[in-house]
T-cell receptor
Framework: DQQVKQNSPSLSVQEGRISILNCDYTNSMFDYFLWYKKYPAEGPTFLISISSIKDKNEDGRFTVFLNKSAKHLSLHIVPSQPGDSAVYFCAASPNDYKLSFGAGTTVTVRA | GAGVSQSPRYKVAKRGQDVALRCDPISGHVSLFWYQQALGQGPEFLTYFQNEAQLDKSGLPSDRFFAERPEGSVSTLKIQRTQQEDSAVYLC????????????FGEGSWLTVV
């Protein structure tokens, strides 16, 4: 069963504009959420995370928003840059060792 | 190197062949994870080690899959009698802590079963 869902397989955005990636989850035991970025032929790299006690976490151009009541989180990238073109995975954990991942969203930033 | 190292990077196996995938975690990391990523999907948890102890193997798809970490450092994922559905990228990750927020992934071993 897919406990973490990324319903948009792809996103195309113009350089300089905002990229918004969405993620939904079903397991109410999840209390830690992460975003990973993956380039082709490389492993996922950690981007940003948020704990369930917060509703927003910001790190430079990246901001993650969490809506626990809706079981929804989003990643905002502002402004988008060509180097942001990659696959982005949403992941969730009940704050232990096991991560559940979404299927990923491929972001393409157009010049 | 400073990161998680996996070998081989690419492996083509004939159906029925046994394969072994190796992972060298970041030095000093006590936690080690194996994930399987099928084409077009996100990584799925296979197994977890804390030092040499395999604490969770609930994600291993069948008894053809076996993982070990005998000295608490290098780990090997072995797949016996490979089948086409085993074709995937096998990702190893390590962490200096127990939680998921400090996991570092390797580049993966791409397995194709023909």
């Amino acid at each position: 069963d897919q406990q973490v869902k990324q319903n948009s397989p792809s996103l195309s955005v113009q350089e300089g504009r905002i990229s918004i990636l969405n993620c939904d989850y079903t397991n109410s035991m999840f209390d830690y959420f992460l975003w990973y970025k993956k380039y082709p032929a490389e492993g996922p790299t950690f981007l940003i995370s948020i704990s369930s006690i917060k509703d927003k976490n910001e790190d430079g151009r990246f901001t993650v928003f969490l809506n626990k009541s809706a079981k929804h989180l989003s990643l905002h990238i502002v402004p988008s840059q060509p180097g942001d073109s990659a696959v982005y995975f949403c992941a969730a954990s009940p704050n232990d060792y096991k991560l559940s991942f979404g299927a990923g969203t491929t972001v393409t930033v157009r010049a | 190197g400073a990161g998680v190292s996996q070998s081989p990077r690419y492996k083509v196996a004939k159906r029925g062949q046994d394969v072994a995938l190796r992972c060298d975690p970041i030095s000093g990391h006590v936690s080690l994870f194996w994930y399987q990523q099928a084409l077009g999907q996100g990584p799925e948890f296979l197994t977890y080690f804390q030092n040499e102890a395999q604490l969770d193997k609930s994600g291993l798809p069948s008894d053809r899959f076996f993982a070990e970490r005998p000295e608490g450092s290098v780990s090997t994922l072995k797949i016996q009698r490979t089948q086409q559905e085993d074709s995937a990228v096998y990702l190893c990750a390590s962490s200096g802590t127990r939680s998921g927020n400090t996991i570092y992934f390797g580049e993966g071993s791409w397995l194709t079963v023909v």
